[in-house]
């Protein structure tokens, strides 16, 4: 169970503060997957790095299972969107990162690290450098990275953002797979697209911008098991569709609001 | 620079240390960086003394003497004058050829063929071993001593004015051209802003060379500058007084690099807080 | 070879253009410093064989085979405690800027002042030289690691050796190569200057010798020589480097 408890985080830099999240409050309930969603600045990356245990609140607590985050822990492991592998280190080197930082000694954490490749569709890659993997196939390394720490919780920050529109489909589609067939983990995933947050998740966290506060939180109404036939339905494209909308009203907002912002300044 | 801990600190924010006022220098850095001068010169101060014949290692104070006395003699800035007639001509030819060659070449990726094999040659030379071809060449006149200094600057300027065009990509410029923009305007309001940092890097750079050509065109060819000065305190075991010339060539191109930084930052100052 | 050809011929025009004006300009006899081509690679045979050469060559090798793998070893460590440990940096900042903005040059007469005319000056000058730029680099690439890696590390709970063993060392590898590809190149120049002003010692010595004895052609043959040295020692070096590079999807 993770509970958020009127975090506020407040970056200054060079004698100017940044207020990235005001008072935000909300809760995942364990096993469940719930989504953060929101224009960009709405600081859903940072509410993530500070579940991940990353960055600590200005204000307010991070509360998992209890007790409060003070860094990082075994207990959660992170997703990057940049994938962010050792370029110099072969995949099963990478997939055994997570368990070599716990001190698991090579054979073990080559079997495990193995086993979850294995999983994640790249079994007969391990000697690959990531170079020569897609972005897609890079992002799987880095899934079954965290994987194979086996974490109470799963933090996924914008994973298949840098992925090409179809590998991102594929990717949408096996991570469900993989998520509904396995001991469901407790998941934040947070991401730019409706359409995703909308497939893949329990719970929707939508988040509106400067400061980064929780707009709303809506439930999202599929029955799993879900499968690729949920995206041709038309509840879901309506559902997608409104939600799309609103955030689209939020960015445009937003962007009023800056330019306002400017013009004040220089006049 | 937040070094490798600011990041495991937890708060992720970068921390900033204060620049303005007494603050800056009791900040970390800048203390243990004066402490490690501090003890250079402590520890320079004790080996000299513990020399029974510290010819060869003055003590900072002996030092410092030579240097008021330096300062005080006439013969010292005549010889000053007479080093910085040669390192201006050289100078300022180097940084001008340097940008208009470079300007050229990095225009035409013809010439740059053409000429790059050369460039690269001298580039990996050490341009010291030029100077005796230029003594054949010119003697030992005004025109030799510039020319040395010249070379030490050219190749410096040239390359980077020849990266710095580089940098304005081919998409750059086909942009230019769909929408109209004659070569020449384009190379003025877009190509040299555009290699600017680039080129004003190099001129920068340049100048560190050119007075790296200076001191060795005044350690190599026989010289009534600086070098006649080395020379004399060398051969009459004048240790104070040759540290103390030594000291000041080193402030002089101390001097010489800000004020191309100066310089530098004033003609890029659309950059902004890097 | 026929592809390496079709890359590089207009370069190779340009050395071919380069060489045939040479000996036209030369054979015009416009200036005694500039003879033509064929005199210098006439003088460069008799050259090599030559007792001198070999000597002086020798001569220069050994103060860099004396000089340069230590500075090296020693700027690498020194930049890797730099890069990990604040106190460090701050202590040896000072020193290292300054080696690096100031014209080392200057330092010469000083180390020709307590060595006297030997090839320990000339060593002394090169680990002058080499030291604070291998030092520099490699505490670059230190700082340069990236900081996703690092904060990924951290999300994993990783303890400070296994950061710098598989992140933070194999991360400042390209860097740390510059530094000594351009450590390498400063310990040619440094020990060539020393020796040409010391003026009797190793290559530096010789190209004083030729230039004051006016044999120009031979003096070229020695330029080209040494050129040819710089350019081969730097492509060597380039090649390994490529190999650490970090690599890019």
Known sequence: MIEVKSVSKIFTRNGKSFEALRDVSFGVATGRFISLIGPSGCGKTTLLKMMAGLIEPTEGVIEIGGKEVTGSGPDRALVFQNFVLLPWADVLTNAAFGLEARGIPKKERAEIARAHLDRVGLGGFERHYPHELSGGMQQRVGIARALAVDPDTLLMDEPFGSLDAITRKVMQHDLLRLWQETATKTTVFVTHSMEEAALLADEVVVMDTRPGRVAQVVEVPFPRPRDQALSDSPDYVQFTAELSHNLEQMQRIDMARSLDDESNADG | MADIDSKVDGRGEVATSPRRGLGSLLDPPRLVGGAAL??????????????????????????????????????????????????????????AAGVAIGLIAGLSKTTWKLISPYVAFFHALPVSVLVPVMVVAFGIDLLARSSVVFLFGFFEVLLSTVVGIGYISDDIRDMTRSFGMGPVRAFRRVVLPGAMPAIMAGLRIGTGRAVVGMVVMELLLVSVGVGRLIIRYRALFQADLLYALVVTLAIFGLVALAAMRRLENYVLRWRGDA | MANWLAQYWVQALGLILGAVAWEVVGRAGISPALPPISAVIAAGNELWSSERFIESVRTTAISILIGLPPSILIGVILGLLMGLLPPVEWFFRPYVNASLSLPLVAIIPIILLIFGLSQTTIVVVIVLYVLPVVMVNTFAGVRGTDRDLLDMARSFNAQRGLVIRRIILPSSRALTLAGVRIGVGRAITGGIVAEQVIGVLGVGGLVQRLGGAFAVEALYAVILFIGAVGVVSLALINRIERRYQIKET
């Open chain 2, 38 to 95: 501090i003890a250079g010169f402590v520890a320079w101060e004790i080996y000299a003394r513990s020399l029974e014949n510290n010819i060869f290692f003055p003590t900072v104070g002996t030092m410092a003497e030579g240097l008021v006395r330096l300062v005080q003699d006439p013969d010292f800035w005549g010889a000053y004058r007479l080093t910085l007639v040669p390192f201006l001509w050289g100078w300022v030819t180097s940084m």
